[in-house]
């Protein structure tokens, strides 16, 4: 049983536009989220996180908002740049236990020029 | 460069032998974990270690074992491969505080069991 679900497994986007990576997850005793990159032949790095108590948080050009009500997470990249191609995978888990983090399959998103 | 560095890097195994992967963490921090990565699966975790000298089981630890040698490494072994256990590898780590949900993550270590 998937509990955090990223349903499109591969995106492009042109250079300067917006990239919208989505992501769901089934179980409500989740309550921290993360995103994070990763280029082939590396392991993942972390790009940006959430708690619960915000629907919002931003860094740089990359945005995440939370919908808790629908289950529902999206990262945002304004504007998309061709070195944002990657996997993004989707991470969820109750607060301070990373041991139950659990991860989406991944989104590879490619921004064309 | 600080961070999670993991060994070796690729490896091919024949079914039944054994081997082990190395991982070292240079942060100072007290939670390890493996997982393995395959196509359309995501990230699974295989075992942790919340604090040397502790580990557990997670996701899929069938057919695997872990050693938390010191604070600073964790290695997992692999006694009897199998065909199944092709993936890739990463070992991880994590702080404590507002760091404690935030993974630092190997390179990652690709293995082909014939």
């Known amino acids: 049983d998937q509990q955090v679900k990223q349903n499109s497994p591969s995106l492009s986007v042109q250079e300067g536009r917006i990239s919208i990576l989505n992501c769901d997850y089934t179980?409500?005793?989740?309550?921290?989220f993360l995103w994070y990159k990763k280029y082939p032949a590396e392991g993942p790095t972390f790009l940006i996180s959430i708690s619960s108590i915000k629907d919002k948080n931003e860094d740089g050009r990359f945005t995440v908002f939370l919908n808790k009500s629908a289950k529902h997470l999206s990262l945002h990249i304004v504007p998309s740049q061709p070195g944002d191609s990657a996997v993004y995978f989707c991470?969820?888990?109750?607060?301070?236990?990373?041991?139950?983090?659990?991860f989406g399959t991944g989104t590879r998103l490619q921004v064309t020029l | 460069n600080a961070g999670v560095t993991q060994t070796p890097k690729f490896q091919v195994l024949k079914t039944g032998q054994s081997m082990t992967l190395q991982c070292a963490q240079d942060m100072n921090h007290n939670s390890m974990y493996w997982y393995r990565q395959d196509p359309g699966m995501g990230l699974r975790l295989i075992y942790y270690?919340?604090?040397?000298?502790?580990?557990d089981k997670g996701e899929v630890p069938n057919g695997y074992n872990v050693s938390r040698l010191n604070k600073r490494e964790f290695s997992l072994r692999l006694e009897s491969a199998a065909p199944s256990q092709t993936s890739v590898y990463f070992c991880a780590s994590s702080g404590g505080g507002a760091g404690a949900n935030v993974l630092t993550f190997g390179a990652g270590s690709r293995l082909t069991v014939l």
């Open positions: 179980n409500s005793m989740f309550d921290y």
């Open positions: 991470a969820a888990s109750p607060t301070g236990t990373a041991s139950k983090l659990t």
């Open positions: 270690s919340a604090s040397e000298g502790t580990t």
